[in-house]
């Protein structure tokens, strides 16, 4: 996609390097938190739909007429879910993200450098926490695998997308009114407290009209959203363990990046309260997961603390972040198939 910003000033650049510098430490005044509402920002437009999708609470969600919506007034088609996980759920999230999805035939990162099966695994090969190879993780990629190079996806490196994955986006989208959404490619950013991720545009997808979801865990962001060039002074937002982003419509291709990461001041994970839902998943019909008792067993798993403990260490430095999108359009089956092939 042909970049029209280099004739404009980048006021982008300007906000990245203000809120990434660390000499002169930036201040958050202007930083919208969806907590401390301000009416010439934010658009309360909760609740969407308050109806309970009993898939849910055995992903980890609160119930519906729970949620807290919030939109943008300068940014249209930009949404912000609040954190509707509860703290078991955001306990499986941090757990599948690190122990789960980093495995083969997912792609990291670090596959060039050292090849690992189980990155996770390896990490503590040796009794004891490799903070080195730890900190390493930088992304892994899920389904159509993002190449970082072409930016284009092909049918010859995708893998099968995680089922619980796939089944969570079904539950947002179908609450954000997107009865046709299915989730085909993610990329899960693993950041640290230096970490930035720079100023794109998310456009290899062939279907740009389906939303991209971001989920967020661990410690908290300020995201930049502007526009689709870099003229355009982007806002800041402060991004909270367990908050959905999504973008959609007018703000689907708009240019975005985190240029800092912010020690939270809640760490939900670590709240008392980690009850989990009673194992309904008998009587729960899914569209995607095919055992779902997996799922009470993995948030049992993680309800214990002494086992928690390896993954509490990580996140209490650490920010995860699910970007998950559609890649197709409806009723195309793969890149190559015919019928999409003159779009
Ligand atoms: C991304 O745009 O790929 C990630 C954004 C985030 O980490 O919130």
Sequence with gaps: MPDNSIEFEDNFKKQFKYYKANRVKPSFHDVMSVDVLKDNEV????????E???????LGLQKQS????????????????????????????IQRCLQEYPKKPNKLNIDIETNVQDW???CFKDGECNRVLQKKLRWTTLGYHHNWDTKVYSDESRTPFPEDLLELSDVVAQYL????????????NYYHMDSTLS?????????????????????????LIGGKNKSIEPSAILLQSGDIIIMSNEARLCYHAVPRIVPTEFSPWNHENLEIPDNTSS???????????????????????????????????????????????????SITDEKFNNK
């Design 66 to 93: 729970l949620w807290h919506t919030f939109a943008f007034q300068n940014h249209p088609g930009l949404l912000l879910i609040r954190n509707p996980f509860t703290n078991a759920g955001q306990r499986y999230w």
């Design 177 to 188: 009114g997107y009865t046709n959404f299915k989730a085909e490619a993610a990329i899960v």
């Design 199 to 223: 100023a794109h545009t998310d456009h290899s997808e062939v279907n740009l009209e389906a939303p991209l979801l971001s989920f967020s865990f661990g410690q908290s962001a300020i995201f």
């Design 52 to 58: 309970t999708d009993p898939r849910g609470a055995l």
């Design 43 to 50: 658009i309360t437009v909760t609740p969407l739909n308050a």
């Design 283 to 333: 009587v729960v019909n899914f569209k995607y997961i095919s055992n779902p008792s997996q799922l009470i067993a993995v948030m049992e798993k993680c309800i214990n603390n002494e086992m928690w403990n390896q993954f509490n260490n990580y996140i209490e430095e650490s920010r995860i972040n699910m970007n998950v999108r559609q890649v197709l359009n409806e009723s195309q089956i």
């Design 120 to 122: 996770w695994l390896e």
